[in-house]
């Protein structure tokens, strides 16, 4: 599947979920918050594709909600199979 695609198939899971999405500058990589009663999730604009991939499908990981499409679980699971998630962490 394309890089775009997958982008593309978590912005939407994401905003389904009832998350703001929001691509702002500034030196930091993303990830979700609340600001007062609305759950955003914030990724760095100048990150490259797989970045924002990344930082998306790491929200999505850790929200783990049921009910996942297929293509957003083959994606995670790319990812943590690869373990671009535990070698960000160290």
Known sequence: MKKT???SLLEKS???LGYTLRYEKGNFLGGECRLREERVVVVNKFL???GKIYTLAHVISNINP???STEIV???DGLIQNNLFTQQNR
């Open 66 to 68: 049921p009910g996942l």
């Open 14 to 16: 994401l905003q389904e």
């Open 74 to 76: 083959k994606i995670v």
């Open 48 to 50: 490259p594709l797989e």
């Open 5 to 7: 695609t997958q982008l």
